[in-house]
């Protein structure tokens, strides 16, 4: 095989792939909003490249030609289409509104500029492109992407953050567990972007191949985890205003001294109080239970509550909420009346909203499925759950 067959043969190969799993992702999710964004990731920014790099390679100039102002163009629609993705997932608020529109300026730039280019220039860049060399169009949407990939992927990595940090201090519910794989699709494009561009700045006509191998690899991830953990509702209706106002105890050290200055004992004292709490009412049963409305029960001072179990239990809200719920799941799969069928069943009498979320928050704490734990589970196991202490935290 020569390696212009080679070039054809990837870029087809890729284009078939990339529409395939765009369409098998539409229907298997039922076309939501969330995944609109991912199918446009897919499809959007790769498939016009993809054709014209086939195209230029085995000499096809006629479309060549066609998809020069395209290739030149959408490539930039990526990073913009990652950002959208990710707020889309996790702001319930989000709804593309003409600012967003913003994002996709240097793409209609890189258009402009390359239709109102003379066809014969067009022709003498693709022409520059085979000898192995870029042109000046080349390295102006090149040094665009490379800017979009720092500023995009440090805007992504601080919102998730963000976002996960307020989750965590302020809200019990498990169904951030349904999202976790957005951040690890983030990782693996900046991994892919870091890959592609070192090797682009070797030898620039890795474009013609590198690229599309490694957005193989990439789509299918998104693929695979959009379809294998479904949009979760109930995380987006966590306030996102909270995301600045109870972002991280660190903000409160500012506006209130007394809440930086807890003492051990006090922290203590907090602590036991909220654990007594929980246990005797239960609470941590209540799928809606928050930090603020665990605040107000308990009449503690959110900022004070939050850093109490922060600092001296050294796990976040989130953590010890879910915590507690998976023992009572382990003391109700011992139970006499455990049956095949209410291993599936008992989320809802945990404080959990859905199956597929106590399945994930079970085997984050276990390790194992629920029913591969009730395999193993000894008389010694029995009898530590169902104790008097059973609940406490450590």
Known sequence: MGYYEFILIVNAASILILLIMAALLLAATRFKSENGYAAAIIVLPNVPVYIYNMS???????????????????????????????????????????????????????????????????????????????????????????????????????????????????????????????????????????????????????????????????????VYNAIAHPTITNIQRFPQSKLKANDSYSGSRRSDPATFSLGTNQMKENCEKIINYLKQSQAYRRSDLSLAILSKETGIPQKVLSRSINSYLKQSFFELINKMRIEEAKRCLLSPETSAYKIDSIYEECGFRSRSTYFLAFKKVEGVTPAQWLKTANPVVKSELFSPKAGTSD
Request: glycine fraction near 2%; hydrophobic fraction near 55%; include cysteine.
């Open 56 to 222: 230029r390679s085995v000499g096809w100039h006629d479309i060549t030609l066609f998809f020069f102002p395209l290739s030149f163009s959408v490539n930039t629609m990526l990073m913009p289409l990652l950002w959208l993705f990710t707020l889309r997932n996790f702001n319930p608020d989000f709804r593309l509104r003409p600012l967003e529109l913003l994002h996709f300026i240097p793409a209609l730039l890189c258009f402009i500029i390359t239709v109102s280019l003379p066809i014969q220039e067009r022709m003498n860049c693709i022409l520059h492109e085979t000898t192995g060399s870029d042109n000046w169009i080349g390295d102006v949407n090149a040094t665009i992407i490379f800017i979009q990939m720092i500023a995009y992927f440090t805007a992504i990595f601080y919102y998730l953050h963000k976002v996960k940090h307020s989750i965590r201090n302020n809200c019990s519910d498990a169904e951030y567990l349904h999202k976790e794989w957005i951040p690890q699709l983030m990782k693996l494009f900046a991994f892919l972007f870091a890959i592609v561009m070192v090797a682009y700045t070797i030898t620039p006509r890795t474009d013609a191949w590198l690229i599309q191998m490694l957005n193989v690899i990439a789509m299918s991830f998104l």
